[in-house]
């Protein structure tokens, strides 16, 4: 207990299970929201950038498609191919003249005054070539075309779009960069392709389609070659360029859209159109994409760890409130003893603690209980002195009275004095009744037979004025007692009964009950006064036996002894009433149950 009760011990060790507890609450919750909202951020981000590549991918669709369906319709005019094979389109002379004026009229026809390519150029394999659009021309290429890799390439689709990358337009003044749609086509159906149609989008024109959109993120478009085809620069040797080919090396195998983390810690969201082929890549460092829940990682990280300390705070108050009574409770025990034993500090303990004042509250009924056994322990020890004392004070030699009694016998009997001699016998008998000292209880046969002893010297006496009848049942003599019960008030009796006229009778009965055993001793004298019963009930009532006893003579075993005795062996079980007859005398009843308590 005192190494228990080490000064800050119990306060050190709730601070620190306080502590420790509130630690791993905080830390539970803010890594679990931190680690949810992180998630939630990654997965709301992941979605925003597949949205963009996503609508990326449709504008571009929509743009090639366009593209595409207008080189359908071209193609698809029989008179505008007829035109474009007639040798007479490309001649300086009046028929040329007339036959591209036959031209621009019937593409304006086909295409009307607004379309989304910047320049439509078509190819024969000889070399020859139209151009219109931004500006219009019909000629003869320098060098054959037949050596452009585009012209193979668009030969071998077989009339299928092929989408050329970002380059500056070689058959313009300007030389910007275009992206191309190539498609081959021959004169005739079924004929062999020899010829190309180029329909060429302005490189800038696609820029501002994205920008457009509002986009934040970087967008990159790669065709299946892996060809860039948004941005477009001159150097493709940059870092970023070098990771974003990295990238599409390592989606092209992989599903048509999705998001991926790249080895650059990059999130990368992409889409490749199964119409065009060319796949949109929107890339976000995660340092980029984090930075909010960075933030709010700090910020979580700064309230949590003010809500810890502000809870240490906490703890460390309530553990000093709980330990500062307990405390002081400890105290008080450590300085209980006998001199402090009957000193009552109602003082509340500080701390307000309803557990705690009740466990002082039951010290001191503790304390209090304890000085009353202490008491009781004290005076029963006393009394028991005082009984030894005056047991030797009054103790005579029983041998010289013997011997004195069987002298007085023998000299009565000689004398032929039988009454005598039966007195002799029977206060013999007494004597050796009242100074046996062994401890215990007796049946109540034996009181009885010591009551009949004490009855026939008063029958020797007073002859015929005195009448005693005993009936007690045989089920009751085996019953034990307290030794001295019967014959004192047998005693009593014989005392205040001849208070009135002879004869006098003595009555002693008793009976089994379901819990004991009752004797009762009646007499057919006066009774008692009214004062002398107020007086012995008001003792009965205030008297504790095991607190005080009266100073009671050896002689004189009065009505208050066997009271106190009764109450010693049997406590609140014990039978002791006393009452006045309807007609005459007094009746006094003892009793208790079948084994002391």
Excluded at 561 to 579: D, M, P, Q, S, W
């Amino acid at each position: 207990m005192g190494i228990f009760m080490k000064k800050g011990k119990l306060h050190i060790r709730l601070l620190f299970y306080y502590g420790c507890l509130i630690t791993v609450i905080i830390f539970v919750i803010f890594f679990s929201f931190y680690f949810y909202v992180a998630r939630s951020l990654k997965e709301r981000s992941s979605q925003a950038l597949n949205i963009i590549a996503s609508t990326v991918s449709a504008r571009l669709d929509d743009t090639v498609k366009q593209l595409s369906e207008d080189s359908t319709k071209l193609l698809y005019s029989e008179k505008l191919k007829s035109l474009f094979y007639s040798d007479k389109l490309y001649n300086q002379s009046m028929d040329s003249l007339s036959a591209q004026r036959d031209f621009n009229v019937t593409f304006y026809e086909i295409m009307g005054p607004q379309f989304p390519a910047s320049q439509i150029n078509i190819f024969r394999e000889d070399g020859h070539y139209i151009s219109i659009g931004n500006y219009t021309a019909f000629g003869r290429a320098l060098e054959p075309v037949t050596d452009c890799e585009w012209y193979r390439r668009s030969l071998e689709e077989q009339g299928a779009i092929f989408l050329a990358p970002p380059h500056l337009n070689a058959w313009s003044y300007y030389h910007r960069p275009v992206l191309s749609l190539y498609r081959s086509f021959s004169q005739r159906f079924g004929r062999k392709n020899n010829a190309v149609i180029e329909m060429q989008f302005d490189y800038y024109a696609l820029e501002d389609l994205i920008n457009n959109m509002n986009i934040s993120q970087q967008v990159f478009i790669l065709d299946k070659d892996g060809n860039f085809f948004y941005p477009w620069e001159e150097n493709l040797q940059s870092e970023m360029y070098k990771q974003i080919s990295s990238c599409w090396r390592e989606i092209h195998t992989l599903e048509t859209a999705g998001t991926f983390t790249s080895r650059e810690k990059n999130i990368v969201s992409y889409t490749t159109s199964d119409y065009t082929g060319l796949t949109v890549l929107v890339p976000e460092s995660e340092d980029v994409l984090f930075e909010p829940i960075r933030s709010f990682r700090n910020n979580l990280l700064f309230i949590g760890l003010t809500a810890f300390f502000a809870t240490l705070l906490v703890s460390y108050f309530i553990a000093h409130k709980v330990t500062v009574p307990v405390r002081q409770l400890y105290t008080s025990i450590q300085n209980l003893n006998l001199d402090t034993l009957n000193e009552h500090r109602e003082k509340p303990l500080s701390g307000g603690w309803d557990e705690l004042e009740l466990l002082n509250s039951s010290f001191l009924e503790m304390q209090d209980r304890l000085e009353q056994s202490l008491a009781e322990a004290i005076s029963s020890k006393s009394h028991e002195l005082q009984a030894r004392l005056l047991a030797l004070q009054s103790q005579m030699n029983p041998h010289f009275l013997y011997n004195t009694l069987t002298t007085i016998s023998i000299m009565s009997e000689n004398a032929g004095c039988t009454d005598i001699t039966n007195a002799c016998n029977s206060l013999s008998s007494m004597l050796r009744y009242i100074s046996d000292d062994e401890p215990g209880l007796i049946t109540i046969q034996e009181e009885i037979m010591h009551t009949q002893d004490f009855l026939n010297l008063i029958k020797i006496r007073y002859r015929e004025n005195i009448h005693y009848d005993i009936h007690i049942p045989r089920e009751l003599l085996q019953v034990t007692i307290p030794k001295m019960v019967v014959e004192p008030l047998a005693e009593n009796c014989v005392k205040y009964a001849m208070n009135g006229p002879a004869p006098w009778c003595v009555t002693i009965s008793g009976h089994l009950t379901d819990t004991g055993w009752q004797i009762f001793v009646r007499d057919t004298g006066k009774g008692f006064t009214k004062e002398k019963l107020d007086e012995l009930h008001t003792a009965f009532a205030t008297l504790n036996p095991r607190r005080e006893i009266p100073n009671l003579k050896l002689n004189g075993m009065g009505l208050i002894n066997i009271f106190i005795r009764l109450k010693l062996i049997y406590g609140e079980a014990a039978v002791f009433t006393v009452k006045n007859l309807e007609n005459s005398g007094a009746c006094v009843t003892v009793g208790g149950p079948l084994s002391p308590c």
